[in-house]
């Protein structure tokens, strides 16, 4: 078994990603700033997103902030500030500057992480050679999976939050949650209610690595296409345009996209379960489909 200390991995993943996500929350300020001093009201988005139009924001105060810089180092003792109709101010051009030191941080933590799992079998094996995945989904993988705990690759599934519940997607909704006991600080054992799959990883496999396999051209972004076509060409499954709480079983655009994304995802985890597994010396169960259908998969 490989004697690999995921630890610091751990460590260097999640703090990238907590510089991202401070990164883009400051970007959604700063815009908010400079669109507010236009007059302009603020878009409605996510904390933790930049939407298209203020990522065009962002480049053009780059652009400002590059040139009013090397304005100021030409005349570093001058008092008259080279600002322009946006950046008007040293403290506007600190506040865009301390943006781009955040960036910079960012890719440099991605960086390193990159050169770290270089050193990792099963990233030198198998996760380097799919397309779609880089460094950083590379150490959300390694970094929050423990291989030698998943027996099936169902128990990946779960731990993953891609399994069903009562004829749905796991989710946080309130039919999905178990009873969990925890210690209080005062070490009395109570229970809660408590979401049983790990929400980063979910979060990172849904959201961000589907969409880069469908956008990559990913071998597995086919899994996608034959599950979606799947659905929609299925006579006994209610198709509906727009969501109706009346009839919330029914199969709208949304629910048919996730569905195959989440299978999509299931199947990459799949493959994942086996390589690692086999890389460990680990027993390596079929899943479901193999076992119990007989069906093959490859991507």
């Not at 040139?67 to 865009?96: H, M, N, Q, T, Y």
């Not at 960036?103 to 397309?131: H, T, W």
């Not at 070490?187 to 790990?198: A, C, Q």
Request: no cysteine; charged share 30%; proline share 4%.
């Amino acid at each position: 078994m490989s004697t690999t200390d995921y630890g610091p991995i751990r460590v260097l993943t999640r703090g990238a990603y907590d510089l991202q996500k401070l990164r883009i929350s400051t970007g959604n300020r700063i815009v908010g700033n400079f669109r507010a001093k236009l007059g302009q009201a603020p878009g409605l988005k996510a904390e933790d997103e930049l939407s298209a139009e203020d990522q065009r924001m962002i480049v053009d105060l780059k652009h400002r902030h590059k040139r009013i810089a090397d304005a100021l180092a030409k005349k570093p003792r001058s008092r008259e500030f080279p600002g322009d109709e946006l950046i008007s101010s040293r403290a506007e051009l600190a506040l865009v500057g301390e943006y781009l030191n955040m960036e910079s941080l960012e890719a440099s933590n991605f960086r390193q992480l990159g050169k770290v799992l270089e050193d990792v079998p099963i990233y030198q094996e198998f996760l380097e050679e799919v397309r779609g995945i880089g460094p950083a989904m590379a150490g959300v993988i390694i970094s929050e999976i423990d291989i030698t705990k998943a027996r099936y690759v169902s128990s990946l599934w779960k731990y993953a939050g891609l399994d069903v519940a009562n004829g749905k997607g796991r989710s946080r909704k309130e039919e999905h949650l178990v009873l969990r006991e925890y210690v209080t600080k005062d070490g009395e054992v109570k229970e809660k209610r408590s979401i049983t799959y790990n929400p980063f990883l979910k979060t990172k496999l849904v959201g961000v690595l589907g969409a880069s396999f469908l956008r990559s051209a990913s071998p597995y972004a086919q899994y996608y296409r034959d599950y979606r076509h799947r659905i929609e060409s299925d006579p006994t499954r209610e198709k509906v345009k727009k969501y109706d709480a009346d009839n919330p079983t029914a199969w709208t655009p949304l629910r048919v996209h996730q569905a195959s994304i989440r299978y999509m995802v299931k199947r990459f985890l799949a493959d994942l379960y086996v390589a690692w597994r086999t890389l460990e010396k680990l027993p390596v169960a079929p899943d479901y489909h193999e076992a119990k259908l007989g069906h093959k998969h490859a991507a």
